[in-house]
């Protein structure tokens, strides 16, 4: 199987992806782990924020193959975690999530657009991936005591790992 890769180059091209598909500052979008959502923007340069967030993994063992080399096929999870960091002032939950342009669902809208079906590649636009990324779930819109907004997008996408047995620690 070629396509093998791991969830650090995986995570990286998701972030390049977001980037450039939503037209954000590279400051925007960061790879975080599930204790740093809500973020924390004391400056708040900017009103929005993506989160990519490992969450959840399984291996798939009807797939794994061997023969010396071992290929173990892993489903990565990861949450792309919308985040409004600059609440209207005085306006409405709902009016957070429904702003035509800059609301939270405009933007789930667009990360599901850069996402789903997509064939993840790394920097150099080699496919990383042994399955497109599946749009999973979206969980529910939460605001945080910073005031920030946020709402979690689930994905999924499937690499596989080579695993030379032959290696020993």
């Not at 989160?51 to 990861?78: H, W």
């Not at 409405?92 to 657009?113: I, Y």
Request: aromatic residues 4%; negative net charge; contains cysteine.
């Amino acid at each position: 199987m070629d396509r093998l890769s791991n969830e650090i180059v995986l995570l990286e091209a998701v972030a390049r992806r977001l980037i450039e598909s939503l037209g954000l500052d590279d400051r925007a979008v960061k790879i975080a782990l599930p204790e740093q959502i809500p973020p924390d923007f004391p400056a708040r340069t900017t009103r929005l924020a993506l989160r990519v967030v490992p969450v959840e993994s399984k291996f798939l063992i009807d797939e794994e193959i061997g023969g010396g080399a071992y290929t173990v096929l892993e489903r990565i999870e990861f949450d792309v975690v919308i985040c409004s960091l600059d609440a209207l002032p005085g306006a409405e939950d709902a009016v957070e999530l429904t702003v035509s342009q800059h609301g939270l669902f405009a933007v789930k809208r667009s990360v599901l657009a850069a996402l789903a079906g997509w064939d993840p590649v790394d920097a150099s636009g080699t496919p990383i991936a042994a399955s497109h990324v599946l749009a999973i779930s979206c969980g529910s819109p939460k605001r945080h005591k910073n005031g920030v907004i946020t709402l979690p997008v689930r994905f999924a996408v499937d690499l596989g790992w080579d695993i030379d047995t032959s290696l020993s620690l």
